[in-house]
């Protein structure tokens, strides 16, 4: 949807356009403003601020004459506060809308096969599920692990797991010849099955050498760039 857009939240419409981000806010103050320990005069102002329609300028003039300096004062504080916790929930939506699914952010072990069944049956049908099979006693599986700590950091959207062959419950298919094996998955379907993976690489490697690796099959979503879902909010 082009333009405006707008989206269905706990029922309500809103609207992420520049008025619309300015009713939201007065809304989201609203709800968070324990009005009961306002005064009249600030509640008033409060409700006129809120509202849809236009207030009139004079009535608006009469609120704030009312109000002392002080009163001003701690109103233009209570502003600041509930507009920086605006911005942070605005932050976290925007954010889970330009995911397109879950965020980890780091490699999950999974201590059985019935651990790496529930994970493979649960996940999200948008989610790149990558599984390493690993063996302590194979040359490179360690190394290939610490790797996958730092994609894992690097691409929060893909869920990166680890699984020991001995307890995997199909030892026999990953002998340690085939060792370390990487199974990549997606809605529940097998997308690729890379066996003795360290063969590609040199003696020593990098998470940036995997990542190539990785990205030369297409099975790397785009890096995420720094603070793309704050320049989103910015803009809007």
Request: hydrophobic letters at 35%.
């Amino acid at each position: 949807m082009s333009g405006r857009e707008f989206y269905k939240e706990e029922g309500t419409v809103t609207n992420t356009g520049p008025k619309g981000v300015i009713n939201d806010w007065w809304r989201f103050k609203m709800e968070s403003v324990d009005q009961g320990s306002l005064p009249p005069s600030k509640r008033e102002l409060l409700k006129q601020m809120s509202s849809a329609h236009k207030p009139r300028d004079d009535s608006l003039r009469t609120l704030e004459c009312e109000m002392s300096a002080p009163e001003c004062e701690r109103l233009t504080e209570d502003d600041d506060r509930s507009l920086s916790q605006y911005r942070e929930r605005r932050m976290r939506e925007m954010r889970e809308r330009l995911s397109l699914g879950p965020r980890f952010g780091s490699v999950q072990e999974l201590s059985s096969s019935q651990a790496f069944l529930s994970t493979l049956e649960r996940e999200h049908r948008l989610t790149l599920l990558v599984v390493l099979v690993y063996r302590e006693c194979v040359e490179g599986c360690r190394a290939l692990s610490a790797c996958l700590d730092c994609l894992a950091a690097d691409y929060p959207t893909v869920h990166f797991c680890r699984i020991d062959a001995a307890t995997s419950g199909a030892a026999e298919r990953f002998p340690d010849d085939v060792l370390p094996a990487v199974l990549v998955y997606k809605a529940g379907e097998m997308l690729v099955s890379l066996l003795a993976v360290t063969q590609h690489f040199g003696e020593e490697f990098l998470a940036a050498d995997v990542e190539a690796f990785l990205g030369g099959y297409g099975l790397l979503p785009e890096k995420p760039r720094a603070g793309a879902a704050e320049d989103r909010i910015e803009g809007e």
